[in-house]
């Protein structure tokens, strides 16, 4: 069946600093991936999305490009901020079994410190 | 931009009682709605997949009988958490896509719901 794994946090960096948060991905057919966002006391949100292989989703500065050949699904920040700091989940959206089913990784808690 | 409404958002009853979570698409309608379980350390297990007029396709090892889930219109779901126990005490999370977005749509999300069953 379709699954995502993600790194488990929390990652702690310093404000400007390089994120990666890394995601793999099971899955028949060809599906979307996601990356939601839960900030502190939050209900989740999109942070961006692709929908085929190569496409990069962005957004607010953080980036991710669907990579068909290695499924996966990294997510990117040059520079993150205090606000920043949140979950970030790893989504998954297939048709596995005949029906829509959006599955989601662990979560990765990031903290950034001033 | 598209608002789910969960309700209640904490409830505590006790063991043996049922409860009922609504989910409600405010100003979209929402031909498939999905139901999540979040636990401690944060993951989201599926629990089901909601389906306006038809029923429900649940995950394995959820029980289709102790969670009944009813998706009787194009804007509301709910989730029946029947003959709670304490085990049962969790974070439940409702989503929905938009109508006609299929599986490339982003899902919107409700509050969530905090149940504690005593």
């Known amino acids: 069946g379709d699954s995502v794994t993600q790194m488990e946090g929390p990652v702690t960096l310093s404000e400007e600093a390089f994120l990666t948060i890394n995601c793999t991905y099971t899955a028949t057919g060809y599906p979307s991936l996601f990356w939601y966002v839960q900030y502190p006391g939050e209900g989740l949100q999109l942070l961006l999305k692709a929908t085929k292989a190569d496409d990069k989703g962005s957004n607010k500065g953080f980036e991710a490009t669907y990579r068909k050949e290695t499924t996966s699904f990294h997510l990117e920040k040059g520079s993150v901020q205090v606000s920043d700091s949140a979950v970030y989940f790893c989504a998954l959206s297939g048709l596995g079994g005949g029906y829509q089913k959006v599955t989601f990784g662990i979560g990765t808690k990031l903290q950034v410190i001033p | 931009g598209a608002v789910v409404s969960q309700h209640p958002s904490r409830v505590i009853c006790k063991s043996g009682t049922s409860v009922k979570i609504e989910c409600r698409s405010l100003?979209?309608?929402?031909?498939?709605m999905f139901w999540y379980r979040q636990f401690p350390k944060q993951s989201l297990m599926l629990m089901a997949t909601s389906n306006e007029g038809s029923k429900a396709t649940y995950e394995q090892g959820v029980e289709k009988d102790k969670f009944l889930i009813n998706h009787a219109s194009l804007t509301l779901s709910t989730l029946t958490v029947t003959s709670a126990h304490p085990e049962d005490s969790s974070f439940y999370i409702c989503?929905?896509?938009?109508?006609?977005?299929?599986?490339?749509?982003?899902?919107?999300f409700g509050e969530g719901s905090r149940l504690t069953v005593l």
């Open positions: 100003d979209f309608q929402a031909t498939t």
């Open positions: 989503s929905a896509r938009v109508r006609g977005t299929g599986n490339t749509g982003e899902l919107f």
